[in-house]
């Protein structure tokens, strides 16, 4: 089998669904899997095997002896160390992973279980908690699709958690979308409280990807809100009624046009707010359809949108800023001026991710690919986060094929324009399904937490090499104080001030 049968047999996959059972398990392309037994034709992203079928890492060396491709070992070596892994009992998906709040992550399994995991103080140490939180409302035979949460916008207070699930009765799979909301004073951050105040919606669509996003009114205002893609090729969104103390369902078209007639089920969004009151907004869709808007918040009113097609189904987009020097010339970096570009992180099940630069200005006329991140299967998904704390955003990519990739960009030097290099990669146990990157210790230094399909992983970095970076920039930042001509002694300060 060769890239080009895999590809069609993606397509094969996805315009014959009722063939997907037999085809599926010889490809491992994502793990496509039928959301309702009363909807074949629906598939949601779901990484998993059969028990009888050879592990993910037969597959991996399969397919890589099959490409006559391995990726070859970056230079640099992984800054993470693992500090905990909690063993869950069935796997997510890749919708399954969520922050809630400042220092918890809500992980959401296929079986109906949402556990909670943070660090707690117990016997004068920092220990790893994972708790399973009992939210009403979701049947024991239940499946998980889709979970979310996110604080309310100032001057409310409270957080939000949305929980998609399936309710399989045997002759009928239903689809519901739980809210979970509490308006007692004292109460709006107790996520038991909050897990026993419900608002129950039952939806005519298979849910695929809940997304959180804030609404930019007039005079300041800002709301958040739900977005919800569905097998119905359309957006959902879900606002809060603070009056009756509940969310409603709202035409989308009214807050986001740009998420309007859509080509495919959507499984992958991203929106990131931009200057001048405007935002950018990109969606990837089942049958490989990427679209990019910019679009003026006020109105709200597109001002360009753009569409691409790839060769297979998008599993992230991602928007993010990225500092570009440039060209002139001076050769110290820290000397050149620098401008800011907005970019679009694009993966899909097959083919290399690639990021569109200066989308604001270019559209997607200018992309750059990410070589090799078709080498270790699917990319199931990704981040961006600033790893060495050089204030640039490093691309993370979670794939099927067990991996974390690390990409970092490199500055356009004289001819050579910007790229990104691979600059190392850590393998696990199973496939990658979710990454998040936030604080849980409290101790100001971020955790990064991996969602696979055996468990959650996180890791935290190490503090050798961050005190060596800390200590090596003091030395720095004193070196340029004390060589810098517009300095003067303090006792010299202190006796002009004094003769004044």
Not at 277 to 294: E, I, K, P, W
Request: hydrophobic share 35%; aromatic share 8%.
């Amino acid at each position: 089998m060769f890239v080009g049968d895999r590809r069609c047999v993606a397509r094969h996959v996805l315009t014959n669904a009722s063939d997907w059972s037999q085809e599926l398990p010889r490809i491992r392309l994502v793990g496509f899997h039928s959301a309702t037994s009363s909807n074949p034709d629906v598939l949601y992203l779901r990484s998993s095997w059969k028990k009888s079928e050879s592990k993910p890492a037969d597959t991996l060396c399969m397919r890589s002896g099959l490409l006559g491709i391995m990726l070859a070992d970056a230079e640099g070596s992984c800054p993470f160390v693992e500090d905990s892994f909690s063993r869950f009992p069935s796997q997510s998906n890749i919708y399954g992973l969520c922050q809630a709040g400042e220092d918890a992550l809500l992980a959401a399994t296929l079986k109906g279980k949402v556990v909670c995991f943070r660090y707690q103080d117990l016997q004068r140490k920092i220990r790893p908690v994972a708790k399973e939180v009992q939210f009403t409302y979701i049947p024991v035979d239940a499946e998980i699709v889709s979970i979310d949460a996110f604080n309310k916008s100032a001057p409310n207070r409270g957080l939000v958690v949305g929980i998609t699930f399936i309710k399989d009765s045997g002759d009928k799979a239903t689809p519901f979308l739980n809210i979970y909301c509490e308006y007692e004073p004292g109460s709006e951050f107790n996520l038991e409280s909050i897990a026993q105040s419900c608002l129950n919606l039952e939806l005519q669509f298979t849910p695929f990807q809940l997304y959180h996003t804030e609404l930019q009114y007039e005079g300041g205002h800002r709301e958040t809100v739900f977005l919800l893609s569905g097998h119905d090729q359309r957006i959902h969104l879900y606002k809060e009624n603070a009056s009756l103390h509940q969310f409603e369902e709202q035409p989308v078209e009214r807050f986001f046009p740009e998420l309007k007639d859509l080509p495919s089920n959507v499984l992958w969004m991203n929106i990131l707010s931009i200057d001048g009151g405007r935002r950018l907004t990109a969606f990837g869709c089942q049958n490989g359809c990427v679209g990019l808007a910019l679009v003026n918040q006020r109105g709200p009113e597109i001002l360009q949108s753009w569409r691409l097609q790839q060769d297979s189904p998008i599993s992230t987009v991602l928007l993010f800023p990225l500092k570009v020097a440039v060209q002139n010339t001076n050769t110290d970096e820290d000397q050149r001026d620098h401008v800011m570009e907005y970019n679009l992180l694009v993966s899909s099940t097959i083919e290399m991710a690639v990021v569109y630069r200066d989308v604001e200005r270019c559209g997607v006329s200018r992309p750059v690919c990410l070589a090799g991140s078709d080498q270790c299967d699917a990319v199931l998904c990704a981040l961006l986060i600033d790893l060495d704390f050089d204030g640039q955003l490093e691309v993370l990519l979670g794939t099927y094929g067990l991996d974390l990739l690390c990409y970092k960009f490199q500055q356009p030097t004289g001819s050579t324009e910007g790229r990104f290099q691979l600059m190392w990669r850590r393998s696990f146990k199973s496939p990658l399904l979710s990454i998040i990157y936030l604080d849980l210790t409290g101790d100001g230094l971020k955790e990064l937490a991996i969602l696979t399909i055996k468990g959650l992983h996180i890791l935290q970095h190490s503090l050798n090499s961050t005190t060596d970076l800390v200590l090596q920039r003091l030395a720095n930042r004193v070196a340029k104080l004390s060589t810098s001509p517009d300095l003067q002694p303090i006792t010299k300060q202190d006796t002009e001030h004094t003769e004044q």
